[in-house]
C-alpha cells in the first residue's frame, strides 16, 4: 500500500510560481509513474501531467505545457511539479498519484489508471 501526501500549495498571484511535492511511503517508488490531477468546483477532475518510472518521459496537459513541469526524485521518493506564469484558471485542488503499472501515454491521462492517491493540496491564484 503506496501513501502519498502532497505538499507546496497555497495562495499566489496570477503570474506567479509555485512548487507541489508528492512524498511517496510504503513501496517502491520507482516502480510506479506518477501523476498529478486537479479538480475546480464544480468541475471534473482533469489530468495536467504524468511521469513514467524513470523519469525519461514527462506529458502535458495542452492548458499547461510550456508553464508546468514534472519532475522525480527516485533516491527521495518524491515527485514535484513547478508551476510558472500561473493563471487563475489554475486554481484547484491538486491530487498526485501512482499508477502500478508503469505508465505509457495516452493512458497516463486516465484517473482510473492509477492505484493510489494522496489527499490534496489547494493552489489558489489571485487575479
Known amino acids: 500500500q503506496v501513501q502519498l501526501v502532497e505538499s507546496g500549495g497555497g495562495l499566489v498571484q496570477a503570474g506567479g510560481s509555485q512548487r507541489l511535492s508528492c512524498g511517496a511511503s510504503?513501496?517502491?517508488?520507482?516502480?510506479?509513474?506518477m501523476g498529478w490531477f486537479r479538480q475546480a468546483p464544480g468541475k471534473e477532475r482533469e489530468f495536467v501531467a504524468a511521469?513514467?518510472?524513470?523519469?525519461?518521459?514527462?506529458y502535458y496537459a495542452d492548458s499547461v505545457k510550456g508553464r508546468f513541469t514534472i519532475s522525480r526524485d527516485n533516491a527521495k521518493n518524491t515527485v514535484y511539479l513547478q508551476m510558472n506564469s500561473l493563471k487563475p484558471e489554475d486554481t484547484a485542488v491538486y491530487y498526485c498519484?501512482?499508477?502500478?503499472?508503469?505508465?505509457?501515454?495516452?493512458?497516463?491521462?486516465?484517473?482510473?489508471?492509477?492505484?493510489?492517491w494522496g489527499q490534496g493540496t489547494q493552489v489558489t491564484v489571485s487575479s
Open positions: 510504503g513501496g517502491t517508488f520507482s516502480n510506479y509513474a
Open positions: 498519484c501512482a499508477a502500478r503499472w508503469g505508465g505509457t501515454w495516452p493512458l497516463l491521462s486516465n484517473p482510473n489508471q492509477y492505484n493510489y
Open positions: 511521469i513514467v518510472r524513470s523519469g525519461g518521459s514527462t
